[in-house]
């Protein structure tokens, strides 16, 4: 370690800059294929075992190495989020870094959720499988979330009026009169 690393923090350094590269290099080959990409045949060439595995074992550290590497990742994301949308695979966002930021979060939290998410769907995202069918209990869903939305198009719509009010910081008062009163954080 000492020879080749110079210390543990170094070989930690190592490691996380070959994990952080494979995933940086097969999103980024995902998002250039653009629609043509195979998603069954990637679940069938991944070998995400062991780099998942090392990522659910370090994610829940509270250190400056951890937040390099998800900075790095989040930075990873935006960047083939955006080679995506060129591809037309992924569409435009208002807002692409927080959208890197929540999906980012969001699939590392499930790599420290993974003994969860086995129990209750019966899927280790640490386990290495040569049978991608095992992942589709969990691929199914989050492919559910993230290519129709969980939300009608008529709520979507309200929403996006809603969301664009935020980020203005105009928040709008309520419409109905007769709706139980929102919680606004004060005492009434």
């Known amino acids: 370690v000492i020879n080749n690393f110079g210390s543990m923090a170094g070989l930690r350094a190592a490691c996380d800059d ?5 995933i940086r290099a097969e999103k980024m080959k995902a998002m250039s294929t653009g629609i043509s990409f195979d998603v069954v045949g990637a679940l069938r060439d991944a070998e995400a075992g062991p780099l998942a595995a090392y990522l ?15 900075d790095e990742m989040v ?28 999906m980012t979060l969001s699939s590392l939290g499930s790599l420290v959720m993974h003994r969860h998410l086995a129990r209750l769907l ?8 040569s049978d991608p069918s095992s992942l589709a209990p969990y691929v199914a ?24 009010e935020l980020r203005a910081g105009q928040p709008r008062p309520p419409q109905d009169k007769d709706r139980r009163p929102r919680w606004t954080g004060r005492k009434q």
């Open 122 to 129: 019966g899927v280790d995202l640490t386990a290495q499988s």
């Open 75 to 102: 930075d990873d994301a935006q960047a083939y989020l955006e080679s995506g949308v060129a591809s037309g695979m992924i569409r435009p966002s208002a807002d692409p870094r927080g959208r890197a930021v929540v």
């Open 56 to 70: 659910a074992a370090v994610l829940a550290e509270d250190s400056p190495a951890v937040a390099h590497l998800i």
């Open 18 to 22: 070959h994990v952080a590269a494979v």
């Open 141 to 164: 869903p989050t492919y559910e979330l993230y290519a129709g939305g969980l939300f009608t198009d008529e709520f979507s719509q309200r929403a996006d009026i809603a969301i664009d």
